[in-house]
């Protein structure tokens, strides 16, 4: 089992979460060109080693994370709110 | 090498099994080749073989970066089937059946290919109309394709869960009676075999550490056993396919590495004559019985992206609760082992066997759950492609650039998420 460090509610089991993708991605604008929006939803940097991921603590707190996590050993670096206002007030408690 | 026949089983007999020989050769690296296949998995054996005895080439070379059988050849749940019916998946694993079909008599070597049948289960009266639909695209293309009522189901497989207050009550089920397993090592070992007497050599331990370019032309490949010159090369490296892609230079693939488990029980008395499939409701489970008796369980990937060949335990809870579903009476069997193996997802459930940017670069990869009942079929169509460097008309469509024209072949039309394409 991963065990994820969700930073509201704590180290949890991976099963309570639903695993997003790649956490990278940037969507271009919505006038960009064709290639552009191809690069975003089909092709993928497949990293083997630390990537970044989102997750969703779907059994939890239903808030969306983004996960450095390696890939060959699942050890998770750093975890973190995916919104900036979420993360604003997470830092604003602490 | 010598041919199996009854004789040589008799004369082996009498003779205290003295007579058998290594079924390839270990040759050194040459310093250069006709054709180099990336992988030998049974993707690149079957190319290497088909190139030999199609083609007519001869100067070919398998690089394996560990040893035969080792990586997803051995890590998969032996199911052969081609219920797909997308325009040239259709086509493609249709032909793969019929190679499997002769496969033993075409290698000389029994790779144990058991039509046994393969049934999937339907748990609504929609259900059943949408397996119709498939079943018959099957039917009318040449493939055979049953739809089987509660009745006869219970004829043929009486001890499943029939209760009607079962979560998901069984309504019939959608058969393809060609269908069935292989002894995946066997089907290994005679590719290797028959490769090997047609002159193709199979270099193990030799990984590919770096791709030499000039002006969109491969020259050379560095390997951890020196550097090899090549004319044409394939790549058949399921699962690390990015890392090699990245290798030579040519950036991104639509493909991500996820894991894939598969299991098997402690050996019981014969329980299960076919392979049967559950999948609704979010489960994803198949079974089949071995040849030693245990039950091979397969169920979903581990959702998150990995290279590590291990898998992880809510899987291994939900493909148990999805056996006791269908089947109460395993309820003491115990799990002997589970095992994991890298696979590619493409982005939308389908393979590539294509060209590259490349002129003699050839890609075999992206083949999602699928890639054991597809490796004849792969290596026919794949060394098809490299030897007229053009692709058959059958596979035009699965290639790299089909997202660009907007002809994704998504089987299960799940969209560009490649963990949903299980």
Redesign the interface.
Known sequence: ??RIPCPFCGERD??EF??G??GSITYPALDAP?EDW??A??????I?GV?I?TWHHVNGCRMWLLVE?D????EIHLVRAAHDGVDGVLKGRT | MTRFSAWSVFWNGLTNQMGWKPQWRTPELKADYDVVIVGGGLHGLATAYYLAKNHGISKIAVLEKGWLGGGNAGRNTTIVRSNYVMPGNREFYERSLKLWENLSFDLNYNVMFSQRGHVTLLHSPEAIDAAARRYNTMRLTGSDAEIWSLEELKRNIPHLNYAADARFPIFGAAVQRRAGTARHDAVVWGYARAADKRGVEIIQNCEVLGVTRENGHITRLETSRGNVGVKKVGFAVAG?T??LWEMAGL???????HILQAFVTEPVKPLLDQVLVFGVGGANFYMSQSDKGGLVFGGDID??????QRG???IVQDVAECALSIMPCLGRVRLLRHWGGVVDMS?DGSHFICKTPLDNLYLNAGWNYGGFKASPGSGWYFSDLIANDRPHSDIVNHDLKR??RGHTIDERGAG????LHG
């Open positions: 089992m991963i991976h099963s639903h695993y993708g790649d064709t191809l690069n939803v089909y092709q993928r940097k497949n083997r990537q991921e996590r890939t060959i050993t699942h | 690390n990015s890392l950036g991104t693939l639509p493909i991500e590495s959702w998150y992206k990995s290279y590590a992880n335990l809510p982005m997202f660009e560009p998420d490649p963990k």
